[in-house]
């Protein structure tokens, strides 16, 4: 509907995959430099992760659009719960690989002759496994067992492994897994898109539809964007789109914040908020229907509230802060070298120089600002856990007395 009242091309904010819209926030571009070197390796496990709605799928179809398929195999799975003999048949399957018998036997045989007559016509194969969080150990196990396959000293398959945050945790912390975890030659994992990049990246995917200014935006939308969505690409677009049915019911060519209020409103009214504000983002698994504290018992303490998973914020907060901590030792570094170029030069340096140098120092400080805003946040979650459970133990031993009076 919208498409028509802005005279737009297609549908820019669409929910599905699809490399023509492709945004190199600077996650992304780290997470292809990491993708880039593991893939020039040609062996191994490459292990991409990141939130639901981070643009995994986007950023491994963009990668696929660049590969020759003349050099290059691949094969995509998207995993159910299977164990270690499904995945093998599962595999062999995607590669289009017909099995005569139904045993994991049959399936390896095929796979591994698969995998040398591929290599012998001058041909890399891949296999892309989607939501790895869902493979069992055992299936884990039958991937790592599948790149023993070799033709002399050459590895015959590569595997890049897509998966929720829980599956870097399982990698992390599975004393099975030690072997696959010596296998992984590169990682990375997709955060949010920052606050500056909401913009550029709303505007690209409108400009792939043929958008020339109509809606316009006001500025402060932006970044009340990036804060109801917490950057998340697959939310900012869900959020756009109610943005611009809304403003072309309403016939209005500006987008302005009363509208993403009304948006914002709507949406938790109607059922549908998978965006959510700042305030509950921390929530958020919860309130979609995530694991709660029990609620049972009636006149205890408002324990019926969503619970808090520490451990998962805790580990996203940690992940943030070792981000900021890297942009920040390579912006000092950027700083020093500049610095130091300018007095080589006896302090007649470049404007663009001193002009890069001033950038360079404002990052730095917008860098620290947020370090110290996730440490605050990081001892806020603690301090609520701590509240939280204090409640729950005065509460049950409450309700214990009252069952030995009784």
Known sequence: MFDDFYGLDGRPFQLTPDPAFYFESSTHRKAL??????????????????????????????????????RMTAANVVTSALDGEEIVHV????FGLPVAGHDKASALGTLEAFFHDEARAGRRCLLIV????????????????????????????????????????????????????????????????????????????????GWHGNPGFEPDLFPAIHEATGGIPRRINQLVNRLLLLGAVDQQERIDVAMLKQVLDEMAEDGALSVVTAASQDNERYALGGPHIPVGVAQGPAFSEPGLDATHVRRILAAELADRDSQIADLRDALTELSATTQEQGGAASQDLVERV?????????????????????????RTLRHTLTMLIEWIESGDRERKVA
């Open 33 to 70: 430099s990491y993708l880039g070197y593991g893939l020039a390796q040609g062996e191994g496990f490459v292990v991409i992760t990141g939130e639901v709605g981070a643009g995994k799928s986007t950023l491994v179809a963009h990668l696929m659009a660049t590969i020759d398929p003349s």
């Open 91 to 94: 595999v062999a399957q995607s």
């Open 130 to 209: 989607d939501e790895a969080q869902n493979l069992s150990i055992g299936a884990l196990e039958e991937l790592r067992m599948l790149s023993n396959f070799q033709l002399g000293s050459h590895p015959l398959l590569q595997t890049l492994l897509l998966g929720q945050p829980e599956f870097r945790q399982t990698l992390l912390e599975s004393n099975q897994l030690e072997q696959l975890r010596q296998r992984v030659i590169a990682t990375h994992h997709l955060g949010p898109m920052e606050v500056r990049e909401v913009q550029p990246y709303i505007e690209h995917r409108l400009s792939r539809v």
């Open 358 to 382: 001033t950038a360079l120092e404002s990052r730095l400080a917008e860098a620290d600002a947020r370090t110290e805003s996730l440490t605050a946040r990081l001892a806020e979650t603690d």
